[in-house]
């Protein structure tokens, strides 16, 4: 079975500064997609990044990019210069390609931007 | 265009009724999913549907909980004799189609269900 693994329950970190989220994940399965949401104190899960496992590149939308390390089992979110509004809970979900298309997710960072 | 949207947003029950939850998922969109979001299990895949084929209910925690879709639009969350560990936030998401590749699921605000 596929899992997640979010280490860090928490960061802070100062606006303007880069932040890397951790994410490690675990599947014998060779198609896989990768996926980081967040979710504001409203609640609402906002897609920010995909990584397919089969892509060659790092995925990247705008501020957000994601270092991806296959062999390590490893997909890091990066926000580069941090704003206020970048604090929430972020999550990193895997999608195995082929079989049922749920996402397993893991089980958050709570980031907070300090002014 | 519109998002998913959920109703109600917030349930407020007594142990021992059923709740039915709502999920209106993007027009157009062929697959529906059900997550739980709670303090003690983080984000859980319920069950999802895509098109006319059975849906994978392999993530239900018992059979208290179903779920239907008609018209292959509308699903409805139920959850019968609703006990205290059933108060979440049930999350309802949709995509295109399943299958290969970059499928991005939306979700929709949720609703917080309360169990008393």
């Known amino acids: 079975a596929q899992k997640i693994t979010q280490t860090q329950p928490g960061m802070f970190v100062q606006e303007k500064e880069a932040v890397t989220l951790d994410c490690t994940y675990d599947?014998?399965?060779?198609?896989?997609?990768l996926f980081w949401y967040k979710q504001p104190s409203s609640g609402e899960m906002i897609f920010l990044i995909y990584q397919g496992s089969y892509d060659q590149q790092n995925a990247t939308e705008g501020r957000y990019s994601l270092n991806f390390q296959k062999a390590r089992k490893s997909a890091n979110l990066v926000i580069s210069a941090s704003q206020l509004g970048d604090s929430a809970m972020y999550f990193c979900a895997m999608r195995l390609v082929g079989t049922g298309n749920m996402l397993t997710f893991g089980g958050g960072t709570r980031l907070m931007v300090k002014p | 265009g519109a998002g998913v949207s959920q109703s109600p947003s917030n349930k407020v029950t007594e142990k021992g009724k059923d709740v039915e939850l709502r999920c209106d998922p993007i027009?157009?969109?062929?697959?529906l999913y059900w997550y739980r979001q709670s303090l003690g299990q983080g984000l859980e895949f319920l069950i999802y549907f895509q098109g006319n084929s059975a849906p994978d209910k392999s993530g239900l925690p018992s059979d208290r909980f179903s779920a239907e879709r008609t018209g292959g639009s509308v699903s409805t969350l139920t959850i019968q004799r609703t006990q205290q560990e059933d108060s979440a936030v049930y999350l309802c998401?949709?995509?295109?189609?399943f299958g290969a590749g970059y499928n991005e699921q939306f979700f929709g605000p949720g609703t917080r269900l309360t169990v008393l």
């Open positions: 599947t014998s399965d060779p198609s896989y997609g």
């Open positions: 998401a949709s995509s295109f189609r």
């Open positions: 027009s157009g969109h062929t697959a």
